[in-house]
């Protein structure tokens, strides 16, 4: 059963707009999130993350936003760039394991010059 | 470049032939893990090591070896090649340091079995 989802399989937005990317998780043991970032035959790449002991964090462009109580989280990229235009995967671990990561589906971000 | 080198790039394999995928990292992290991507799907846990001479399954262990007898390699072996595992595989190194958890991912292999 997958633990975290990403239900939007593909999101297209104008250059220079915001993009939001959803995530939601099951698992209430999860404590850390990670945004990772995937060109075709690359390996995904971090993008950011966030502990549960924080409700947002940001990185230049990105932001990400932690909702514990709704197991939610989104990615906040403002402004867009025809270069984040990649797939993007939501990740989830408990550090009370081994740290393993679960990851979502991704969402195929497409960005429009 | 430090990071996660993963060997070969491209591999078509006949159903029943094994084969070793390898993974090496040169950041001395204690933690690494096998994953394989599928069409609409996210990665998922084949198997992971906590450190040398340590290892266990994920979510897709069958049809799997792996071994880790040192901290920098960390090959995965499948056994006799079915179809179904026709995907592409990643190879991750990572620590974690308080509240923070890095993680490094290889290039991938794309791996077809006939």
């Known amino acids: 059963d997958q633990q975290v989802k990403q239900n939007s399989p593909s999101l297209s937005v104008q250059e220079g707009r915001i993009s939001i990317l959803n995530c939601d998780y099951t698992?209430?043991?999860?404590?850390?999130f990670l945004w990772y970032k995937k060109y075709p035959a690359e390996g995904p790449t971090f993008l950011i993350s966030?502990?549960?002991?924080?409700d947002k964090n940001e990185d230049g462009r990105f932001t990400v936003f932690l909702n514990k109580s709704a197991k939610h989280l989104s990615l906040h990229i403002v402004p867009s760039q025809p270069g984040d235009s990649a797939v993007y995967f939501c990740?989830?671990?408990?550090?009370?394991?081994?740290?393993?990561?679960?990851f979502g589906t991704g969402t195929r971000l497409t960005v429009i010059p | 470049n430090a990071g996660v080198t993963q060997t070969p790039k491209f591999q078509v394999l006949k159903t029943g032939q094994s084969m070793t995928l390898q993974c090496a990292q040169d950041?001395?992290?204690?933690?690494m893990s096998w994953y394989r991507q599928d069409p609409g799907m996210g990665l998922r846990l084949i198997h992971y090591s906590v450190g040398a001479g340590i290892t266990d399954q994920g979510e897709v262990p069958n049809g799997y070896n792996v071994s880790r007898s040192t901290t920098e390699d960390f090959p995965l072996r499948l056994l006799s090649a079915a179809p179904s595992q026709t995907s592409v595989y990643f190879c991750?190194?990572?620590?974690?340091?308080?509240?923070?958890?890095?993680?490094?991912f290889g290039s991938g292999t794309r791996l077809t079995v006939v």
């Open positions: 991750a190194s990572s620590y974690s340091k308080g509240q923070a958890l890095s993680y490094t």
């Open positions: 966030i502990s549960s002991i924080k």
């Open positions: 990740a989830a671990s408990a550090q009370s394991g081994a740290n393993n990561l679960f």
């Open positions: 950041m001395n992290h204690e933690y």
């Open positions: 698992n209430s043991m999860f404590d850390y």
